[in-house]
């Protein structure tokens, strides 16, 4: 996308979220006031949530001229009822200008033409000079002349669900190669030897079940992984605000059950329900009567599972994510069944290894970042990528939905799919693998689980290989506790969880038997689309697109990738899911083309 806004600072704005002012180049488009509402006209109670539909609605319209977020010029924000105690708009404003600084005048104001109304945006944007999907950020450019080979099908991304879907795809007796932007396979499994042993940390997914994740189990057995079961023998610690009293245990008991009975209503595949959709996670957990203790634990479940707080998300989208991993209790819990049950010793990265080595030779391709997706005609793509041009029948992308926008695609992506693309966001996820040389909380009587509403570590896990005589306490830095903790250095960081881990097992010698710590920040890895371990949906998106507007066909494009999957979406069991689905849909095209030769 080219830069069509400059801004314009004086020595003391630089750091404020918005310019004093911009000088614009292109021709400018003038936006309405948008309110928050959703596409029907529904207008949720909960301020938050409609600041979030306007947002969206103001998306849809830079989008559909051609533009986007980077090109707004100028912003205006008319509020009712503002206080400036109160400024509920900064932090999604802040999410939806991705660092982008247009001008913005905030305007109080007493009602608005609708009385329901309590926000409204309007903006003024200067549209880009050139296709506004030309954007390739990866800074590689391959020459249009260099050699073209063809093939049935190209796969962008070897993850899992790329490798599933080359399995699928060559079983079908197609060609089909794979294209890796990175110098592995595996994607967001990585696992990375300690010094000096054999054993492993998972900087990336760690746990599968040997139940309902039917998939990745198969892959497990398959490729020889040593199974290792989630220690839950021993005391769980609670690090609350102060304690609870029955009536609170019973409201946090309630609120559960209710967020479990609802993800349940919610269809797997097609989530729908424009009053779900319409308002935050938080929103409605208030308006069923969640206290300050039921938002705080519900904090620590989106955090835990997505990096999110829950006024960014869509109620609709987490429940539908509950749903798909088989519930809020499945998804949440250590044991048989649930989403942490088991790990592999070897580390889950032996998974992608593994069916990477079984593909022929020549199918994956490593360091070949792709750039562009041209459909030339019908059933004839043209792929660019740094190791060279493919022509193919059809192509499977599987890059994780914020890498996308990297890509350029000609034609351009239909208007939902890149709305749909444009709303996704990451919340702040990152473990940080704590290696002692003993299991102190073990021998103390503890299982290594803990949850906290006060940070920095929202959740600690123990995942020992005592086979290993490896000693760890996975530490999940989520959320706004987890941005925190990460603007620290790194000794800093060292220091706060020790802090944190001496107190929550009462163990005064954490530091003399700490190790060393591992991390990695997915934040910073533009493979991944800059976070993980799943994008999520703020409100109005499922409602206004539908949930199908990811996954849908373009063409002879095929998307799959976790966040596409039905069941376990986020999860290595979803990718190998997304991967199968899409290959079947090619197969199925391919197989129709040869029956019409
Ligand atoms: C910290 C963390 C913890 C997690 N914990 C768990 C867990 O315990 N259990 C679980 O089941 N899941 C977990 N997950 C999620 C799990 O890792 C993912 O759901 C799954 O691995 C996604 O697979 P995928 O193939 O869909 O995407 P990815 O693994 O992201 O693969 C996409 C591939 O596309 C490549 N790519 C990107 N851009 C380009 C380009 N332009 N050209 C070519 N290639 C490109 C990428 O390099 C990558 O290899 C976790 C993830 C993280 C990061």
Redesign the pocket.
Known sequence: MSRTIKTVDLSHTSNAYYAPATISTGALVHIAGQPGSTKDGFVPDDYESQIHLALLNLRKVILSSGASIENIAKLTLLIVNYGSANRKHVRPVQRFLRGHRPAITLIPVSKLAVPSWLFEIDALVALPTQSPVSS?S?GITTPWSAPQRAIDVVI?????????AAHEIIRAGHSCIV????D???????SQSISGSDAVV???????NDTN?SR?YALAKRYGAELIEQNTKGRVVLEDFEGFDEPTRQKLAEIRDMVEADCQEVDTWKPHSTSLDAVTFEAYLRSHGADDVSLATATVWTRAMLGQEPRDISALYFLNYCKSGGGLLQMRSDRKHG??YLRIRQG?QLL?KGLAESLPEGVVHLS????SVTQVSKDSIRVH?SSGVYTARKVVT???GP?LK??SFTPQLPIAKRAYIDSLSYGY???AMMEFTSPFWVEKGFCGLTQSFVGPASVVRDTSSPADKKYVLTCFLCGDPGRTWAALSTRDREVKLLQQLKSLFDYNKVEDDFVQMHT?E?VSD????WG???TSLMPGVLDAVGADALREPFGDVHF??????GE?K???????R??ERAAGEVVGGLRAIVSKL
């Not at 533009?526 to 689309?529: L, T």
């Not at 986020?570 to 190998?576: D, K, L, Q």
Request: with cysteine; charged share 10%; proline share 5%.
């Open positions: 390739p990866l962008i991304g070897a993850g899992l669900a790329g490798l599933s294209l890796e932007a990175r592995r396979v595996g994607g967001k499994t990585w998972d900087v990336g997914a760690a746990w599968i994740q990745v989403g942490q889950t992608a070949s970042p792709v750039q990528s599987t890059v994780p890498v990297t890509i996820y990152t473990k990695y997915w533009e493979f991944s689309g993980c371990p799943c799959a990738g976790t966040e596409t999957a376990w986020g999860y290595m069991e979803g990718a190998v997304s991967g």
